[in-house]
């Protein structure tokens, strides 16, 4: 960002005028920020964005340690959603398999989702209290013995009960990886990193779509993804022992601005105290991008399979070219956010989104459908490439590792019905496809909770914050500011209430 020295209105206080002061914003290419000077005053500012740079610059400003932190963080990230999509991707075999609704199976995702965002708070606050590092590692150790107890479930309620413990473990991930990954990221080059790390999930997607290619469509070959997914679990789990804590984890330690457990306690009821809006506005915005992710991806197999009539490996095909599109996508127009803004790069991706579902659901064959399934992830993925990197900007300093981590899981939580919801509303309502067949409308209801999800993310979008080019830097691990003002205030009363002494007694020996 480079500063123009014009000044700006503060930045609004309050609900109502917050989002009045963003929607305007919206529309101005300057960007307000909160400028600092070596007294420690603060005003406020336009500042122009920086010119858009050559990515492969961007990514040469990453030193060989920078990209070993970003690379470990992206792999636990895809290990997780490989992990994940293992069993969105295999709904009808698992439905074979346990002789039960497609609905039913999907019961095991809705679980999945809503317990990750207790994994989210408790790993998240571990990261903050006691490193990125060693909370990161038991987390995907177990989440490997998870994968493992998921073959080894003989009935669909053990299938379940471990599903729910699997959620737990891999809500851990998300806060300590992109925290990991994007801390030690140069301020010009987040938004090109951020779209690349969230694309981890979309290629967590494609690694278990081809897997799952590579087994065929019999019953039983669902077992063998879950070994390759306890593979890249065990994997990333014993990578990260290999390399150090954070930097900014060690400097913060080093410097003496951690903090004992039970600050770090009062702190986190002082963030939520001071920081609730914003946590509900992030929490919010996460709820409808889980449901703009899941809707559109996690029934696409069953939908090519079902609706459309495709074979195994011409609908897994179709499902590897549509999360190919997601990676592109998200890593393009991550980029792009460093440029033209987080809040216009996510509403612009949702609205051609928007615009192309008729084109999403309506085509017939492998072929069509793949190009289609491209561009609706290239737009959907697109958009939550600038997620992470706007979640950790927003997010207050002390908690770069626990916000964006419970504000992504909560937002999940949420939304974790919305397979559930998918698959109940389509094999209650029927279509007849191209064949003259009756078959269940998995394509409508997916384009018609896709619309609806895309409004709701533009509104929310334009009537939130944005804090674009905000450093990470010197920030204090385990607390927050309000601490240091409330210790300040206390001396401040100490000292008042000292003064008033001194003076009562000088003026008695005046009397006297």
Same mark, same amino acid.
């Given at each position: 960002m480079a500063t123009t020295y014009e000044p700006a209105d503060p930045v609004a206080k309050g609900i109502i005028p917050t989002a009045k002061q963003s929607f305007s914003d919206l529309f101005?290419?300057?960007?307000?920020?909160?400028?600092?000077?070596? /007294?420690? !005053?603060?005003?406020a500012e336009w500042q122009e964005p920086a010119p858009l740079r050559n990515p492969f610059s961007l990514m040469a400003m990453l030193s060989a340690r920078d990209w070993v932190y970003f690379f470990v963080g992206w792999f636990a990230w895809t290990a997780d959603a490989f992990d994940f999509h293992a069993l969105s991707i295999q709904t009808v075999k698992l439905s074979n398999y346990y002789n039960t609704s497609k609905t039913a199976i999907t019961t095991a995702i809705t679980l999945t989702l809503l317990l990750r965002s207790v994994g989210a708070t408790v790993f998240g606050l571990l990261g903050d209290r006691y490193g990125r590092k060693w909370p990161m590692v038991a987390n995907l150790l177990i989440l490997g013995a998870l994968q493992i107890g998921t073959i080894y479930s003989a009935t669909f309620q053990e299938f379940l009960a471990v599903r729910s413990l699997f959620g737990?473990? #891999?809500?851990?991930?998300?806060?300590?990886?992109?925290? #990991?990954?994007?801390?030690?990221?140069?301020? !010009?080059?987040?938004?090109? #990193?951020?779209?690349?790390?969230? $694309?981890?999930?979309?290629?967590?997607?494609?690694?278990? @779509?081809?897997?799952?290619?590579?087994?065929?469509?019999?019953?039983?070959?669902?077992?063998?993804?879950?070994?390759?997914?306890?593979?890249?679990?065990?994997?990333?789990?014993?990578?990260?022992c290999c390399f150090p804590e954070s930097k900014q984890f060690i400097e913060a330690r080093a410097s003496g601005k951690q903090i004992s457990a039970s600050d770090f306690w009062a702190e986190t009821k002082d963030m939520l105290a001071n920081e609730w809006r914003m946590s509900i506005y992030c929490i919010i915005l996460m709820t409808w991008f889980n449901y703009y992710?899941?809707?559109? $991806?996690?029934?696409?197999?069953?939908?090519?399979?079902?609706?459309?009539?495709?074979?195994?490996?011409?609908?897994?095909?179709?499902?590897?070219?549509?999360?190919?599109?997601?990676v592109v996508g998200g890593t393009i127009i991550g980029y792009f956010s460093q440029w033209v803004g987080r809040r216009r790069a996510i509403i612009g991706a949702a609205l051609f989104?928007?615009?192309?579902?008729? @084109?999403?659901?309506?085509?017939?064959?492998?072929?069509?459908?793949?190009?289609?399934?491209?561009?609706? $992830?290239?737009?959907?993925?697109?958009?939550?490439?600038?997620?992470?990197?706007?979640?950790?900007?927003?997010?207050?300093?002390?908690?770069?590792?626990?916000?964006?981590?419970?504000?992504y899981q909560l937002g999940n939580a949420i939304s974790s019905p919305s397979a559930q919801i998918v698959n109940a509303i389509s094999e209650s309502h029927?279509?007849?496809?191209?064949?003259?067949?009756?078959? !269940?409308?998995?394509?409508?209801? #997916?384009?018609?909770?896709?619309?609806?999800?895309? /409004?709701?993310?533009?509104?929310?979008?334009?009537?939130?914050?944005?804090?674009?080019?905000?450093?990470?830097?010197?920030?204090?691990?385990?607390?927050?500011?309000?601490?240091?003002?409330?210790?300040?205030?206390?001396?401040?009363?100490?000292?008042?209430?000292?003064?008033?002494?001194?003076?009562?007694?000088?003026?008695?020996?005046?009397?006297?």
């Open positions: 101005k290419w300057k960007q307000r920020v909160v400028v600092t000077n070596e /007294l420690g !005053e603060t005003h737990l473990f #891999m809500g851990g991930v998300y806060g300590n990886a992109v925290a #990991m990954a994007l801390e030690n990221c140069p301020t !010009e080059a987040r938004g090109f #990193m951020s779209g690349i790390l969230q $694309q981890g999930y979309s290629f967590g997607y494609v690694l278990a @779509a081809i897997t799952n290619l590579g087994v065929g469509g019999e019953t039983e070959t669902w077992k063998i993804v879950f070994w390759v997914g306890a593979a890249l679990s065990f994997a990333a789990g014993l990578l990260r992710s899941h809707t559109s $991806q996690d029934s696409y197999t069953t939908f090519c399979l079902v609706q459309k009539g495709l074979p195994n490996d011409g609908a897994t095909r179709a499902s590897i070219l549509m999360k190919t599109g997601a989104s928007g615009l192309i579902i008729p @084109a999403w659901i309506l085509p017939e064959g492998e072929r069509a459908l793949s190009v289609t399934g491209f561009f609706i $992830q290239f737009f959907v993925q697109g958009a939550w490439g600038v997620i992470p990197i706007h979640l950790s900007e927003l997010a207050p300093p002390a908690y770069r590792s626990t916000f964006p981590g419970i504000t029927f279509v007849r496809n191209s064949a003259g067949k009756i078959v !269940e409308a998995y394509g409508p209801t #997916m384009g018609v909770a896709t619309a609806i999800i895309v /409004l709701g993310i533009i509104v929310t979008t334009a009537l939130g914050p944005e804090r674009r080019g905000r450093e990470f830097e010197g920030g204090p691990i385990g607390a927050n500011i309000h601490r240091e003002e409330r210790r300040d205030e206390e001396k401040a009363i100490d000292v008042a209430s000292l003064d008033e002494k001194k003076t009562s007694v000088e003026e008695k020996e005046t009397r006297a």
